[in-house]
């Protein structure tokens, strides 16, 4: 699976802050919202929050802006939507949880790394 450029920089930036289980998921046969998800997980909420922030602000520096953003307060699971991707930044325990990776099981899907 080949990843636009944009979801590319966002895992590489997520990766920076040493951001765990990195996974692309592409959703262009599974919905009609978004081509893409990446999940990534963080040890603690300010983790999360640092792996958020580099993440827009190495897309920021690409001319792209989320055009919805949440979960900045609680520090447990940040949504930064692009439109044509979303990035989900999780705790270990809420992305089991809400488990993304299993509800989207058949979606083809990438490891990019830990």
Known sequence: MTL???VTRAAQAAREKKAQDLVALDLRQACSFTDHFLL???????QLVAIADAVSL??????????HVEGYPRREWILLDY???I????????RDFY???RLWGQAP??????
């Open 87 to 94: 990035v989900h930044v999780f705790t270990p325990r809420v």
């Open 83 to 85: 439109g044509a991707f």
């Open 4 to 6: 636009p450029r944009a």
């Open 99 to 101: 488990g993304l990776d």
């Open 40 to 46: 990534a997980s963080g040890t603690n909420q300010r």
């Open 58 to 67: 190495a897309l920021r520096e690409l001319g792209l802006r989320p055009h």
């Open 109 to 114: 899907r990438q490891e990019l790394g830990s």
